[in-house]
């Protein structure tokens, strides 16, 4: 590989001086619009997939306890596939890490093309029939779905960004109230923690208003819609931050100054 690509660079080992080493600004606006895709996915799961929670597995989890015990009317297959599809994705997360993570760039690039690929499976499931409870399309969507989700929530683990995990917002709300000028402090990242928020509750609303009017198949197309759309818009953000700049001029009597 060429050690002078601006795109490889930004990855993890020595900084590589300002003009080879572009700020990655494109990352925070791409995360925030998968925070968005997050809340329409929990909204399609929950609404048309068996009240699953495919963004993330604390309820699935809760779900498949409780059916262990004395309570009944609780469909654990739906869950257990879920979650262990999950964990399948969180492995694969993981061994992409593993294998690229150094080249920062190439592995955030490559693991928004392998989500948008998983959802755009399972809008093409969708919209070859429309699955209801219990049939092999249904788990088949539920598999793709939760894959990607867990293939996505290990990755963003792994980048380790501030407030940014695009599935949870439960401490983002903590935060929210315990840095709050209430609790005398002064709230970081406030425009950024409010964001969070507002795109799942827009994600949520958009995903379930979406549900209501046109069943399954609209929904996931939009999902795997906005998924290319980020897969596209990162490296297109990447590449207008990381593009040479020409210095600005300065007349000469300023110069001689």
């Avoid at 402090?185 to 425009?191: A, D, V």
């Avoid at 995903?207 to 819609?225: E, N, S, T």
């Avoid at 818009?233 to 590449?239: D, E, K, V």
Wanted: glycine letters at 10%; charged letters at 15%.
């Amino acid at each position: 590989m060429n050690t002078t690509s601006t795109a490889d660079d930004i990855g993890t080992g020595p900084p590589a001086g300002p003009a080879r080493r572009a700020p990655d600004r494109g990352l925070p606006t791409v995360l925030m619009g998968l925070t968005l895709l997050s809340g329409i996915i929990d909204a399609v799961s929950y609404l048309g997939l068996g009240q699953l929670f495919l963004g993330k597995m604390t309820g699935n989890l809760i779900v498949l306890g409780i059916s262990l015990g004395p309570a009944t009317g609780f469909a654990i297959g739906a869950a257990a596939v879920a979650l262990a599809a999950f964990l399948a994705g969180a492995v694969l997360a993981g061994r992409l890490h593993t294998m690229i993570a150094r080249f920062r760039y190439r592995w955030i690039n490559t693991a928004l093309v392998i989500e948008a690929a998983l959802l755009v499976a399972a809008a093409v499931v969708a919209v070859r029939g429309a699955p209801t409870t219990s049939t092999p399309k249904t788990i088949t969507l539920i598999v793709l779905i939760a894959v990607a989700m867990g293939f996505r929530n290990a990755t963003v683990r792994k980048m380790a960004i501030p407030d940014m995990t695009t599935t949870l917002v439960t401490l983002t709300l903590a935060d929210l109230a315990s840095d709050s000028f209430l609790a005398g402090r002064r709230n970081p990242r406030l425009r950024r923690r409010i964001g969070v928020v507002a795109a799942i509750f827009g994600g949520a609303l958009i995903g379930g208003f979406l549900v209501a009017v046109h069943g399954l198949v609209v929904p996931l197309v939009v999902c795997a819609a906005l998924a290319c759309a980020l897969a596209v818009g990162y490296p297109a953000a990447h590449w207008w931050w990381a593009r040479p700049r020409k210095a600005p001029f300065v007349p000469a009597q300023r110069r001689k100054r």
